[in-house]
């Protein structure tokens, strides 16, 4: 598969602080990647350099396989849509106006108004003021203007800020539907893990400018074995044989209940064994999921990779 | 692609304030400029061109500076609100012919304004002054040079808002430059400074004629400065990271 986004030891810094320390994105093409990482993390600054808004302190930008520079930068911006710092939008006109602005902007048929007025279910109030918008309003409106001319790249910073729950759920299955439909490879930013599990395909997590994970998904959640909870009959008993065998043990509120690091299946299992043969009573065993929100702590915390 | 930009730019000044501006700063300066001349009359003994000096002296010093100040903050401030900024700016268009179409625009409108002027003056020396005749064909011209003149300034007030993004400094500022281009003009700096252009071009306050047999240097003079105003602005989109 093919990167439609690359960047190559990308940095900006701002009067000697670094806010993106050399940034190496790879985003394939046809996914839903979820550029994840706490306020201030260097998120918007990045997608700023991918976009040319910003310009880097050193490294490159490839964008649909061209470097992002003077010569290419009208090329790629056609292809491209976005939504950057959003809301945005001029207050004093309709939505339809809005968008029309932006189709003369980005030079195509404004037929195609219609059609993301419909996508982002704007269509009722397509000729009211934008000022008199609710937030989520604005943002769909922001969403609609980077979906104009069909672009073969989106690249949303946090376009479910200001939504109510029922206005995130329809972004995020507007957003993975996205790639299905229209082709599209999507770069989408979030400080919000669990918003972003349900709808990306790669994750990347940056923090203080430094990434500190990128890939699928499914090799974040690979790094989510949490502590395994063990409950027994005798407690005196299980101790000893833990500590037998060397593992760490915490004493939980409960009464009964022990917890243990992660372990591996063989080792729980031989763990488990030998627990019954001391008469220790096994009664319960249950392996704790982290949830994305603890990996991405624990990512943060040690700026690493996960243990 | 500018053409586009200018068609986007005409589409924001839809439903805008800056049209309240647009009628209300001429019906000012015209009232004042009216009264003035009425008051003066022992001393303002030629007609039309009298009547003409009160109606384009404030007008041209304070009133014009900062009508187009408002008009280029304005434009700006559209930009400046609401993260605009990154969507002109992520759009696939040459940054500079986002500034251009503005330039347009605020020259249109300038241009318009400047036309209505020459309608209230017409209509002011008829209805309240109770002038003979017409107006001499000249100060029709007077104005075309005014207008060219003003082009240098639109520029500067650009570049200024596109900077700054208050709504009240680069006004103020134009007040400046205003007051700077009289300052210029006395000194006889008249054409080497943007804001002076304009007043000499309208030949404000002056029954001579300021440009007499001066019109290449003056020509040259508004057509380098707008090249220079163009180009700062150029670097800037280029070089500067967007703030939005």
Not at chain 1, 93 to 104: M, P, R, V
Not at chain 1, 233 to 247: A, F, H, M, T, W
Not at chain 2, 69 to 96: F, T
């Amino acid at each position: 598969m093919k990167n439609v986004i690359e960047t190559h030891n990308l940095c900006k810094s701002y009067h000697g602080r670094m806010v993106v320390d050399n940034l190496n994105l790879n985003v394939l093409q046809g996914s839903v990647y979820g550029f994840i990482g706490p306020n201030g993390a260097g998120k918007s600054t990045s997608m700023k350099m991918l976009l040319g808004l910003t310009h880097p302190t050193s490294g490159s930008v490839k964008l649909l396989n061209q470097t992002m520079n003077e010569e290419n930068r009208i090329a790629l911006l056609r292809q491209t849509g976005s939504l950057i710092e959003s809301p945005s939008g001029y207050l004093h006109l309709t939505a339809k106006e809005n968008l029309s602005i932006i189709a003369e902007l980005k030079g195509i048929s404004h037929k195609d108004i219609d059609r993301v007025l419909e996508i982002v279910k704007l269509t009722a109030d397509a000729n009211r003021k934008v000022g008199q918008y609710s937030l989520g309003m604005k943002q769909r409106l922001g969403i609609a203007m980077a979906l104009l001319g069909k672009p073969r790249l989106l690249i949303l910073d946090e376009p479910t800020n200001g939504l109510d729950p029922a206005g995130i759920q329809e972004m995020r299955s507007l957003i993975a539907s996205m790639p299905d439909r229209t082709g599209a490879t999507i770069l989408i930013s979030s400080h919000l893990l669990s918003e972003m599990e349900q709808m990306v395909t790669q994750v990347g997590i940056l923090n203080h400018g430094k990434m500190l994970f990128e890939g699928p998904l499914q090799e974040l959640q690979k790094h989510s074995h949490g502590n395994i909870q063990l409950k027994v009959l005798d407690v005196p008993k299980s101790i000893e044989v833990l500590n037998r065998q060397g593992i760490r043990t915490t004493m939980m509120q409960q009464p009964n209940l022990l917890e243990l690091p992660p372990l591996s299946d063989e080792i729980l299992a031989v763990l488990v064994r030998d627990l019954a043969e001391s008469g220790a009573g096994v009664v319960g065993l249950t392996t704790q999921t982290k949830s994305l929100e603890e990996i991405f702590l624990s990512l943060t915390q040690s700026s690493g990779e996960v243990a | 692609m500018l053409k586009r930009c200018i068609i986007a730019e005409n589409r924001k000044l839809h439903a805008s304030p800056i049209w309240v501006m647009f009628f209300l700063l001429p019906i000012i300066s015209a009232g004042y400029g009216t009264f003035n001349y009425l008051q003066n009359l022992e001393i303002l003994k030629d007609k039309w061109y009298s009547l003409w000096t009160q109606h384009t002296l404030f007008y041209s010093m304070f009133f014009f500076p900062a009508m187009v100040a408002v008009y280029a903050a304005y434009l700006w401030r559209l930009e400046h609100l609401g993260h605009n900024w990154n969507i002109i700016m992520a759009s696939p268009v040459k940054p500079l012919d986002l500034f251009a179409a503005k330039f347009v625009v605020v020259a249109k409108l300038a241009l318009l304004t400047h036309g209505f002027v020459f309608l209230l003056y017409t209509f002011c020396g008829k209805t309240f002054a109770h002038l003979p005749g017409w107006p001499p064909i000249e100060l029709s011209f007077f104005l075309l040079r005014g207008a060219l003149g003003a082009l240098a300034v639109i520029a500067a007030q650009l570049v200024l808002s596109m900077l700054i993004r208050s709504f009240a400094v680069p006004v103020f500022l134009a007040l400046i430059g205003g007051i700077s281009g009289i300052l210029a003009s006395s000194k006889g700096f008249a054409l080497l400074w943007p804001y002076s252009l304009m007043q000499a071009g309208m030949n404000a306050n002056k029954s001579k004629d300021v440009l007499d047999g001066g019109y290449g240097l003056f020509i040259a003079s508004c057509v380098i400065w707008l090249i220079a105003m163009f180009i700062l602005a150029d670097i800037l989109l280029k070089k500067k990271d967007v703030r939005a």
